[in-house]
């Protein structure tokens, strides 16, 4: 297959003599060789590691299907924080990719739409830029369906998002895929929690890949059940090289080493807050607290031990409060500011420290710093607020504006980040997908995210293309007193052992927090 580049904008070669995005060049060898994949296959995953530019390809390789006269329409499904990703009319990536006249619009609460080109031109590429929890209600999903059709591509990004074949948004992304006459998957984390996540995204795909009739055929020949109680019980995996012959004439892997001459991130920093004895105290006495109760509550599930270990690290960045009230979904939302209140503030005097001495070193600094917490994130921002007037500041968090969200990621992007210091907060759960925040070569995590899968995803914000420096991460980690360890040293052996927190048992939390 041959095909012509040379309209491509090469946007990680920048060229401020002609215009901010970069200049007309053809694109790096693997994303030739994944347009030419897309191209070829309607239904496809581009499953290159997190900042390998599948969203590039994917915008690249939809134009040279409209100019082919293959599509017509491209819908593009992305989750909620990442739709202004691909939306934004100035730092977004249909920004900086496009070439041929396109409308882009945005199938939202508050339709909006911008232009490309030149707009007396009758032939236009029509773009559709909505996010999974807005697909879910059926009057909406009815207005895409209607727009759809054999000329529709429908672009599923962080694709794993439909990993669970009973979700609402699953079933609505399989019914428009089933009008469309392509589908590409964008994800670089396909197998978010184990082998089945396939079932669902194979399902989008084509239902031939796998060959099964539901997933519970899927399920028996791809994992090991044992009964427990009455009820079967996933406890391992079979047949997996199977599942992988299924599925590799249909997805393409790569990893940024491979493909992109980036600087070598350097070696995580460990910024060490220890606990005054008072915070320790109220640490200690919930801890042993937990550990009887993981005791008395042996056939408790992971999920319920893992909220109640939520409370300890909640600790360690200073607050107790508002597990309870917001129960199971505070593991993944993080917990209010209102619903806490504060016990401490070890973790946030070691990152004003540390910020004041590098700001004397570096008098531009750009820094991103991520927080488990909405508390935590709130109260690090209002103290920045007081103590650094002269730092540019901005932040990210799910409960946020839409045009306060868009005037922080600016602090960050390389066309608009300000002259002198910036930084940027932000918590993990919604804000590391998707965005390019290369202006930045310093991160600090202020407390970690339990899930493997978003620290890589939060990693990848700033260690992606555009970045012209080492990437340097420091974690603060609490200790008590006399050096004691806590859970974030639980959290911190896991990611370096490559294991999921949120998956842990609770014969394996109760042997992680009895070591000190």
Known sequence: MTLDFSRCRDVWVQDTAKDA??????????????????????????????????????????????????????????????????FDETLGELAKHLWLPSDITEFH??????????????????????NYDFVRSSARLTQLLAISGP?????????HACKNY????TKACLQLRHSCGRVWLL????????????????????????GCAS???????????????????????????????????????????????????????????????ETWKIYKEMRDDLCIWLDQNTVSTAQQAAVKVMRLAQI???????????NVSGVTTGIAPQLTHAVGREKLDIVIEWLTDMLALEP?????????????????????????????????????????????????DPRTAPIGPAVLGGTTQTGSMGLSLVAAHHVIYMSDDWSLKTRLQADARTDRPGQTHSCWYGNVIAVGPQGQQTIDHVILRARLGKENVATFTTAAWRQALQRE
Request: charged share 25%; glycine share 6%.
């Open 109 to 130: 609460a508050k339709s909006r739409t911008w232009f490309y080109g030149d707009r007396a031109t009758p032939q236009r590429l029509q773009w559709i830029i909505t």
């Open 364 to 412: 531009n600094l750009k820094l991103l710093i991520w927080t488990r917490f909405r508390a935590e994130l709130s109260r690090l921002m209002t103290e920045l607020a007081e103590k650094f007037p002269h730092v540019a500041l901005g932040q990210i968090h799910g409960s946020q504006k839409r045009e306060e969200r868009e005037l922080a990621l600016r602090l960050l």
């Open 215 to 277: 997933y519970f055929v899927a399920r028996a020949r791809y994992a090991t059940i044992t009964t427990r109680g009455g009820f079967p019980k996933v406890t391992g995996w079979k047949n997996l090289d199977d599942l992988q012959r299924r599925f590799a004439p249909y997805v393409l892997r790569r990893l940024k080493k491979d493909c992109l001459d980036l600087p070598p991130a350097l070696p995580a920093v460990m910024l060490t807050a220890t606990l005054t004895p």
């Open 21 to 86: 995005g970069g200049f007309w060049s053809p694109p790096p060898s693997h994303v030739r060789i994944g347009v030419e994949h897309l191209i070829r296959n309607p239904f496809f995953m581009l499953a290159d590691e997190m900042g390998g530019m599948k969203t590039a390809q994917a915008i690249i390789a939809a134009q040279l299907l409209f100019e082919r006269g293959d599509i017509d329409r491209v819908i593009s499904i992305a989750p909620a924080t990442v739709r202004s990703v691909w």
């Open 151 to 159: 000329k529709t591509l429908l672009i599923l990004d962080e694709a």
């Open 166 to 169: 009973k979700a609402k948004q």
């Open 187 to 210: 994800t670089g984390t396909p197998i978010a929690h184990n082998p089945l996540d396939m079932y669902a995204q194979g399902r989008i795909m084509d239902p031939s890949i796998l």
């Open 316 to 326: 360690t960045s200073g607050f107790v409060g508002g597990v309870e009230d917001a």
